[in-house]
T-cell receptor, first 113, second 112 residues
Framework: ETGVTQTPRHLVMGMTNKKSLKCEQH?????MYWYKQSAKKPLELMFV???????ENNSVPSRFSPECPNSSHLFLHLHTLQPEDSALYLC????????????FGQGTRLTVV | QQQVKQSPQSLIVQKGGISIINCAYE??????FPWYQQFPGKGPALLIA???DVSEKKEGRFTISFNKSAKQFSLHIMDSQPGDSATYFC???????????WGAGTKLIIKP
């Protein structure tokens, strides 16, 4: 495996379910990110982790809970989501700081029903 | 002031033509301007980037033109090919310690 890998690729969940998205990077980077991508909107940065420490939380609702056990793995725990949370969730990593080149995974297409 | 405005939202170009996508910003502190390319089912990937000390950067068929006084930058794709069909995002940041601010994206279709 190379690059940034996200699982699952697709997820359908009910509003009362609890699920988790997983991201793994094989690039030796120190920073990892969660982005939300909705149609015809700019990418929304949700969370940033640098050397396993959360450095950014862009006013994301508490129904999204990130976890970064080490600099290669990132999780996004989901619970009691709303239909408007349906989107493509992208994980990215970079070496260095926030403005450095970001390498993205293929994303998880989430549908909340 | 933190926004990056991208246009057009969608663009159709004939094969061999020139594709032009524009972005505008307000924050004069921005000093790094990348373009990302995203194919269906894939995450965005860095295509080309520019800093404001140059007015143009070219990599193969892709060129960024930068107009500091107008606070605009654009992506030109010369001799556009069907394989260039993708969504293109511009972005800006105030340097490596600050997050990227993204445009809304342009869906480009190259007709054979």
């Amino acid at each position: 495996e190379t690059g940034v890998t996200q699982t699952p690729r697709h997820l359908v969940m009910g509003m009362t379910n609890k699920k988790s998205l997983k991201c793994e990077q094989h690039l030796g980077h120190n920073a990892m990110y969660w982005y939300k991508q909705s149609a015809k909107k700019p990418l929304e940065l949700m969370f940033v982790y640098n050397f396993k420490e959360q450095t950014e939380n862009n006013s994301v609702p508490s129904r999204f809970s990130p976890e970064c056990p080490n600099s290669s793995h990132l999780f996004l725990h989901l619970h009691t989501l709303q239909p408007e949370d349906s989107a493509l969730y992208l994980c990215a990593s970079s070496q260095g700081d926030l403005g450095a080149e970001a390498f993205f995974g293929q994303g998880t297409r989430l549908t909340v029903v | 002031q933190q926004q990056v405005k991208q246009s057009p939202q969608s663009l159709i170009v004939q094969k061999g033509g020139i594709s032009i996508i524009n972005c505008a910003y307000e924050n004069t502190a921005f000093d790094y301007f990348p373009w990302y390319q995203q194919f269906p089912g894939k995450g965005p990937a860095l295509l080309i980037a520019i800093r404001p000390d140059v007015s143009e950067k070219k990599e193969g068929r892709f060129t960024i033109s930068f107009n500091k006084s107008a606070k605009q930058f654009s992506l030109h794709i010369m001799d556009s090919q069907p394989g260039d069909s993708a969504t293109y995002f511009c972005a800006a940041s105030m340097g490596s310690n600050y997050q990227l601010i993204w445009g809304a994206g342009t869906k480009l279709i190259i007709k054979p």
